[in-house]
């Protein structure tokens, strides 16, 4: 077998393959492509030399645009950085190869003009569908793409999509934690999110988590957004004396690191001072004190999921829009220590251990 450097692959040609076989380019077009079986077998195996003496190489791009099948699935990512998004993304990755296709991965960073840009370059590339993790600003451009593939969206709802949507779901995920925090003992509760900035998964659990506390007598909470002023809002949080035993509730894993590290800064005495439960279960969480609980995302099996959906609509498949929301895993450590008979009033012990 002939060896050829990455140039000189590139500069053989179908025709070169052809010459060599002394076959017609249709031929060789037929063995490289899906139409193999037509060729009889002493021409199939000439054609075979040729390309393994000349390391021929086959422009699967060119063929795949030619026949209209580039093999190629786009993905919208809002934010590359965040942890969810990696796992989802690495799920989604692995589905496309287990069915020959490839993932182009375009990563927004929360930004408007970015979004416009990697919509129209995976346009540009001929992806042959769409998945979408962000927060959809440029509409038009979306929908024009939605006439043209197949649509699905992971984690937040663009409204006018009509597309199958797969995420978790937020308000089963809410009432965990704080059925969680509330048996163990804590009573003031503060749910700490990202911005929502339209985000539809963090509004989800911001609603979920303020009806949860309204049907609770026995809790107080209250809401806080990620900002420059976190360590002193956290500061406030935790003077206050009333309401009983303080909790934190991550809504996901940027949150919770940003509290980490603001709760190590103030001085807190993790998780003596401070209970906390973080929604997603990220690597160092078992690190951190005793280590934090959570409530882990099935991200692989999300990324699948979206994946599969849009592999159904490639298929043919015209059935009305489908949601699936996954339910997470409760992951009890240390952060949320049980409080209970530690002092609380003999009514709220009796209550919550019921």
């Known amino acids: 077998m002939n060896t050829f450097s990455a140039a000189q692959r590139s500069r053989v040609t179908m025709l070169d393959v052809a010459e060599r076989a002394g076959v017609s380019k249709a031929s060789v077009s037929r063995f490289i492509g899906e139409d193999r079986a ?18 021929y190489r086959p422009n699967q791009m060119a063929r795949g645009l030619k026949r209209g099948r580039t093999r190629l699935i786009g993905m919208l990512v809002a934010d590359i950085r965040n942890p969810y998004s990696i796992a989802v993304m690495h799920g989604v990755e692995t589905a496309c190869r ?63 999509l009509h597309s199958d949507l797969v995420g978790l779901d937020n308000a089963v995920a809410v009432r965990m934690a704080v059925e969680h925090l509330e048996q163990q ?21 911001l609603d979920s988590f303020k009806a949860e506390i309204g049907q609770r007598p026995l ?49 807190c005495k993790l998780f003596e001072d401070i209970g906390l439960i973080a929604l997603d279960d990220l690597d160092w969480y078992p690190l951190v004190g005793s280590g934090i609980t959570a409530l882990a995302q099935p991200t692989e099996a999300i990324g699948a999921s979206a994946f599969d959906c849009l592999l159904k609509r490639l298929r043919g498949d015209t059935a009305p829009t489908r949601t699936l929301d996954f339910l ?25 251990t019921q």
Do not use: W
């Open 38 to 55: 037509l060729l009889s077998d002493a021409i199939a195996l000439r054609i075979e030399q040729a390309i393994d003496e000349l390391g």
């Open 98 to 160: 287990q069915h020959g296709y490839s993932l182009v991965v375009c990563n927004t960073d929360r930004d408007d003009e970015q979004e416009r840009q990697h919509l129209a370059a995976l346009r540009a590339y001929n992806i042959e569908g769409l998945i979408v993790n962000t927060l959809g600003h440029h509409l038009d451009q979306l929908l024009e793409l939605q006439r043209e593939m197949p649509l699905v969206l992971v984690d937040r709802k663009v409204e006018p």
């Open 219 to 267: 809790l107080t909470g209250s809401v806080l957004e990620v900002d420059d002023d976190l360590n002193s809002h956290l500061h406030a949080f935790l003077s206050r004396d009333h309401a009983g035993p303080k909790a934190l509730f991550c809504a996901n894993g940027i949150a919770a690191l940003a509290c980490t590290r603001a709760l190590k800064e103030l001085g």
């Open 185 to 205: 003992g804590y009573r003031d509760l503060l749910l700490v999110s990202e911005p929502t900035d339209g985000t539809s998964s963090r509004l989800e659990r």
């Open 328 to 352: 997470p895993q409760l992951i009890i450590r240390g952060s949320t220590q049980s409080l209970v008979g530690a002092g609380l009033p003999a009514m709220a012990v009796s209550q919550a």
